[in-house]
């Protein structure tokens, strides 16, 4: 057996969605709209007698701080896997801010550890396995199908299936600004928030990046789900004729063009995000 194995994943920001409570994990999920980001989770799995978890941040290159030891999850998608091994997950996103964190980390973790111990899994299977410990912990409901792929996302159906059109995000620019977390399990398990979601939502695929952040942030508006923390940063791309919206599910702030990095300035430090070319993948088997 390999020594270790690394899988990466692209993270996703939701722009809307509407939660879709089927009668199995492959109908149970969400429809909607968003862009899967260049930025994500790289993960280390190595051989153990136990699982263990350590989920990391890299504040800047180097610099890494472990803020958390489980990951139930991923501890979770492991032991239905079969396997037991030592999972070390490394971001740069801030975590809880609407970046797909959590569906991030569970394909990469799988992409790796489906390597290292040669289970034999199609990428399907590793969709479909990261999106029933999704549902399971209610810390997701589409990012797991839409970072199958690249690309500004729109999904039609719920669950891990191929109804989901992915328009080409070359030379498009994203920036975000988060400002802390907001619990998904809080959101979608609140009947009375979901209610304003279904209500909120418009089965719409944009037709254009412009037309993403149109959709977005009449969803965001119509939901309730805008944060008090996030409305000066919304009102200043709109005095700057900036697309913005908010990212789901998280206190922060994304929008489009080039010249929303300078107007995030102004509330803090913003990312600078680019359209993610390829979903989840291998990247190392090390001997």
Avoid: W
């Amino acid at each position: 057996m390999a020594a270790s194995a690394i899988g990466f994943s692209p993270g996703h920001i939701s722009g809307y969605f509407r939660r879709v409570d089927g009668d199995s994990p492959d109908s149970t999920g969400s429809c909607g709209g968003g862009i899967v980001i260049d930025k994500g989770v790289y993960a280390t799995v190595t051989p153990s007698d136990r699982t263990s978890v350590s989920v990391c941040l890299e504040r800047s290159p180097g610099d890494e701080t472990c803020i958390a030891h489980t990951s139930p999850p991923i501890e979770y998608a492991l032991k239905r896997l079969g396997v037991t091994a030592a999972v070390k997950t490394v971001t740069s996103l801030p975590p809880g801010a609407g970046f797909g964190l959590s569906a991030a980390a569970l394909l990469a973790t799988l992409a790796a550890a489906n390597a290292l111990f040669d289970t034999h899994l199609t990428d399907d299977a590793i969709a479909r396995l990261a999106h029933l410990s999704e549902l399971q912990y209610q810390t997701g409901l589409g990012d797991v199908a839409a970072c199958t792929g690249g690309g500004i996302v729109c999904r039609m159906q719920p669950g891990i299936t191929p109804d989901i059109t992915r328009m080409n995000g070359d030379g498009v620019c994203i920036s975000a600004l988060s400002f802390g977390e907001l619990h998904t399990a809080d959101v979608i398990t609140s009947p009375a928030d979901m209610a304003r979601v279904t209500e909120a939502y418009t089965a719409e695929c944009a037709g254009s990046p412009e037309d993403l952040f149109r959709i977005s942030r009449l969803f965001a508006e119509r939901s309730g789900l805008v944060p008090d923390e996030i409305r000066p940063v919304l009102q200043a791309c709109d005095d700057n004729g900036i697309p913005a919206s908010m990212t789901m599910l998280g206190k922060g702030v994304f929008a489009l063009g080039n010249k929303a990095f300078s107007v995030l300035s102004e509330f803090g430090i913003p990312l600078e995000l680019h359209v993610a070319a390829e979903g989840f993948r291998l990247i190392e088997v090390i001997t």
